[in-house]
């Protein structure tokens, strides 16, 4: 099967396959633009007791009886059910699981929704012998490490007046690495009200600190973690004006392995002959 979609006047097409894994046939998938390809891509898969359960979509949430997963989470798995072979939807909606249980021709058989996966479960009559959070894949290591990096708190330009997130993710990323008490709000506030819309980190940063205080190689990689998750390089919100800032850095010898404003013993090596 293959489906097109056109985004900013390019044509993206996603192939589906049929793929062998340790489990049997699962789907993988391709996507193919302007002669250019991924590798193939495969859902991920967990296995429980017989099951093979495919992750369809992993969320976060605070809900420790969810197993900190969240609304929109879904995986699926097939088993027989009424003497029919069914494919099992799980999800969670709202403050509800949902259980749907559909036959072999995509017809809706019957539904289940609980607050919680083993109350859920309970209502099923089968597969009593185990937990529910099983089959909804929330003990699995894989699927509790996506939904950890989910956790990782993160923001976009729109959120940098948002001091609450904004505080969550120093206190992630900075808090406990930094080796003296900064304002580091007036870093994003002046970054925010500036004329340039891209910055030199290392001269920003320093004004932030004593005059005195050099920033090690540690501290700096934690600053750049953070901004990693503030939507930095730039804090523009148009590709053209991206497109500009790339101009002007080129120009002033930044884009480059060694920037214009560093001495280059290879460049003075050759303009030696």
């Not at 089968?126 to 699927?143: C, D, R, S, T, V």
């Not at 190689?217 to 973690?225: L, P």
């Not at 998750?229 to 002033?252: A, C, G, H, M």
Request: with cysteine.
């Amino acid at each position: 099967m293959k489906t097109l979609v056109n985004l900013n006047e390019r044509d993206f097409i996603i192939e589906v396959f049929e793929t062998t894994s340790e489990y049997g046939s699962m789907p993988g998938y391709i996507c193919k633009c302007d002669g250019i390809q991924n590798e193939l891509y495969q859902t991920l898969t967990v296995a429980i007791y017989k099951l093979r359960i495919w992750i369809m979509s992993v969320e976060k949430s605070n809900k420790s009886e969810w197993n900190l997963a969240g609304i929109g989470y879904k995986v699926t798995f097939i088993y027989t059910f009424r003497k029919q072979r069914c494919v099992f939807v799980q999800e969670f909606e709202e403050d509800e699981c949902t259980l749907t249980i559909y036959t072999g021709e995509n017809i809706k058989l019957c539904s289940f929704t609980n607050c919680d996966s083993e109350s859920l479960w309970k209502k099923v009559g089968i597969l009593q012998q185990y937990n529910g959070k099983l089959f909804f894949g929330l003990e699995e290591p894989q699927i509790q490490y996506f939904i950890q990096i989910l956790r990782i708190p993160s923001c976009t330009l729109n959120d940098w007046n948002d001091g609450d997130l904004m505080k969550s993710i120093f206190v992630y990323h900075l808090k406990r690495r930094i080796s003296t008490c900064i304002n580091w709000q007036e870093f994003f506030n002046q970054w925010l009200i500036g004329l340039s819309t891209i910055i030199e980190l290392k001269t920003q940063l320093k004004k932030l600190y004593p005059s005195n205080h050099k920033i090690n190689a540690r501290e700096f990689r934690t600053w750049k973690a953070m901004l990693r998750n503030v939507e930095f390089w730039s804090r523009s919100l148009t590709p053209e004006i991206d497109k500009t800032n790339l101009e002007i850095l080129y120009r002033q010898g930044f884009l480059i392995p060694i920037p214009s404003y560093l001495k280059n013993d290879t460049k003075t090596f050759w303009n030696s002959f």
